[in-house]
């Protein structure tokens, strides 16, 4: 496994805690972005 990798791998799996949060946040600008058009 390449270095830069495995460091996207560790950062990934220490925002694990806070991706579901990311989802939501990321399904709402979607849907305004969705609503504004």
Do not use: P, V, W, Y
């Not at 460091?7 to 220490?14: E, N, P």
Request: glycine share 2%; no cysteine.
């Amino acid at each position: 496994m390449h270095e830069k990798t495995m460091h996207k791998t560790i950062a990934a799996f220490r925002a694990g805690k806070q991706s579901a949060l990311i989802d939501k946040i990321t399904a709402m600008i979607l849907i305004s972005r969705e609503n504004s058009n």
